[in-house]
């Protein structure tokens, strides 16, 4: 409802083993959270095969329809790590070994065990044009080309790399979201719901059903740029489920 | 290698509460396990948001690229629930109350408080042409729509639908993966890895590095079409390991 320009992010998700099945992902969540800080919507995420001509379509489909995009995953020093690889052909630029990463490395890996191997230098690789990120939990740094941003897979290291990018990126108001639970089926309170997202404009308010302890229930989240307006909204919805004979429990269930 | 074709799926995340940080997904997981099993290979996954525009275009573009598309997601009784909408939208049909759907509603409702609200027979709208998906768990059906299956969002009912279609869907040879893991720092071993890949035509190699009790290691993850030949290609790698000086642990660490 505000004239500010809502800023936007994808995310893209280098991803044989995510496709798998066999590892959870985390930074879905992680990078989400940490993007509406930073006043960013996460608008999309996209899950790919480790596959150079995958991941390059996904970037250049990607980044020319948000005001940012992160990558996670494959940027380690082993065979399979191609991000690099398919960023580069995404800008159609060759890979160089980054001055700034390899001093990174050379001191990172002075006093440990093998010292700079071929394959560790891998790690300093990086689309020419590319600036570095800092990685504050081990060493190889990740990498800015643009307006994306690539991040290791290794969910500690992804957040290490956040922390180095935190207030640096421009954006907008965040999102303020309030949470309102009862022991209602949703179904009960469709109309409840329908009619109080109706009356304020400017929020969004969606429902997550759920069944616990033999009993169902929902969470409602009302989500706005606008913080007042938001809070707002919960009382209004919290008196109207207590109307209906809910008892709604701020902050969820 | 071998002549057989690979059978693949996209799925599609409905998803305003994973792209807001607030639920951590559960059914990319689930879904890719269920899909090798049927010999079916997770080759894409997208997240949107609630948006009928967005979800009918990316349904769109991945029904067309792959054997199946697989939603998760808006498909109860609230106002925010408008994948069938989306569906409708993308497939160019109206929107219809399937005959079946409001039976089984009926039926499962008859002895629940309310009964058969307006807002439940919600959950019997499909896309004109649609079948019906069983849902053991919670009554209101998934949908079928040409090579699209509409699952519920929550992860105990998603399952349930998938239960209802194992052993229903044309695929391939599921894909066998054998994992070897090592205390060995991954730039360790990357060149053993790449050389173990490349003389083994068929198989894959994916490198997983964690840090866990204060040591480094890694899980080699080895996948083929070929069981056996994914199996000779883990003893290989087990031995390449050994000689190397690092203790394999056959199954993963």
Same mark, same amino acid.
């Given at each position: ?7 936007? #992010?994808?995310?893209?998700v ?14 879905v969540?992680?990078? =989400? ?18 596959e150079? =001509?995958r991941?390059?379509d ?8 948000h ?24 800008? $159609?630029?060759?890979v ?21 191997t071929?394959?560790r230098l891998?790690? #300093?690789?990086v ?22 941003h ?21 954006g ?10 009862a $022991? ?14 109706a ?30 307006? =938001?809070?707002?909204t919960g009382?209004?919805l ?12 701020d902050?969820?269930?």
């Amino acid at each position: 409802m505000s004239g500010e320009r809502t800023w936007t #992010a994808a995310l893209l998700v280098i991803g044989d083993e995510i496709l798998s099945g066999r590892t959870q992902d985390k930074n879905v969540a992680q990078v =989400a959270t940490w993007l509406n800080e930073q006043g960013i919507r996460l608008a999309e995420v996209r899950i790919v095969p480790d596959e150079i =001509a995958r991941i390059a379509d996904s970037v250049n489909a990607l980044r020319a329809t948000h005001d940012y995009l992160f990558t996670t995953g494959g940027i380690g020093p082993t065979h399979d790590d191609i991000t690099v690889d398919a960023m580069a052909e995404a800008f $159609r630029v060759p890979v160089i070994v980054h001055p700034d990463a390899r001093k990174i490395l050379e001191e990172y890996y002075r006093d440990r065990p093998g010292g700079l191997t071929e394959a560790r230098l891998r790690m #300093a690789r990086v689309p020419e044009g590319a600036e570095l990120i800092v990685n504050a939990a081990s060493g190889a740094p990740g990498v800015r080309m643009g307006n994306v941003h690539i991040l290791a897979g290794v969910p500690y290291i992804a957040a290490a790399m956040l922390e180095a990018l935190t207030g640096k990126l421009e954006g907008g108001r965040p999102v303020v979201s309030v949470t309102v639970g009862a $022991r209602a089926p949703e179904s009960d309170v469709a109309d409840l719901l329908r009619e109080t997202e109706a009356a304020n404009p400017g929020v969004a308010i969606g429902s997550y059903p759920f069944f616990r302890d033999g009993r169902y229930g929902a969470n409602f989240v009302i989500r706005s740029e606008d913080g007042e307006l =938001a809070r707002r909204t919960g009382n209004q919805l919290a008196s109207r489920l207590r109307e209906a004979g809910y008892d709604p429990v701020d902050g969820g269930i």
